[in-house]
């Protein structure tokens, strides 16, 4: 086993646990973007899960699971959400590009009564690829947005550039980071920056897995 890999991981998660709550600022939040960066994108909480013999789901909303209503091409904006934030919480915030007609809005409403504010359980690896944002049709993953903060907005680094030209899957991200720029300017959710609160609700669903708590107790009665 890694020892000073778990060791950092556990601290991490205890200060995600500590100071992720529903009083965390916009500017700590970017700061400590990094730590959901070595967490979920560069794997290190899979890698000490591995070393301890766990797995790890997390508690997603069960509005991603109906991949119908996330696919109509009429949706220009939408986002998960779900943080807890100065007593609030908002999720599956949806805006279509036309106006629904009686029984549209009466199927609709019957369908997604289910899943608004209830969860399900899903592997970590595919919660990360999990829609955050749809923004003019385009999709954009939990993973991506980590990635946005940590990497472009200053959380580890600060890219103001866009090189959209790129070709293949680069391009198509530096693309994605163009729409977010534009929600980052432009939109807030529960009186926080849209896309802050979309990095918080992810971090704040990663702390209260029951999988995640569990592995925090195991490296705490290890020491």
Not at 55 to 79: E, G, W
Not at 88 to 109: D, T, V
Not at 184 to 196: C, F, G, L, M, P
Request: hydrophobic fraction near 40%; proline fraction near 2%.
């Amino acid at each position: 086993m890694d020892v000073e890999l778990i060791k950092i991981v556990s601290e991490d998660l205890d200060y995600l646990a500590v100071e992720w709550t529903q009083d965390i600022d916009d500017a700590s939040l970017r700061r400590t973007s990094p730590i959901l960066r070595s967490l979920l994108i560069e794997n290190q909480l899979m890698k000490v899960a591995s070393m301890l013999g766990e797995t790890i789901s997390i508690m997603a909303p069960c509005i991603s699971k109906y991949d119908d209503l996330l696919n109509d091409p009429s949706i220009v904006f939408y986002q998960s959400g779900g943080a807890k934030y100065k007593g609030m919480e908002i999720q599956f915030l949806k805006q279509l590009n036309r106006a629904l007609g009686p029984e549209e809005i009466k199927a609709n409403y019957e369908r997604e009564k289910l899943s608004i504010g209830k969860n399900y359980p899903v592997k970590l690896s595919l919660f990360m690829k999990q829609i955050s944002f749809i923004i003019n049709g385009v999709k954009v993953n939990r993973e991506e947005v980590v990635k946005y903060i940590a990497n472009k907005r200053g959380g580890a680094h600060f890219d103001s550039s866009r090189k959209i030209e790129s070709a293949g899957s680069k391009g198509e991200l530096e693309k994605k980071y163009t729409l977010l720029d534009n929600i980052h300017k432009s939109t807030s959710v529960a009186d926080k920056n849209a896309v802050y609160y979309e990095l918080l609700s992810i971090g704040q669903r990663l702390i209260a897995s029951q999988d995640v708590e569990r592995i925090r107790q195991i490296i705490k009665n290890a020491r």
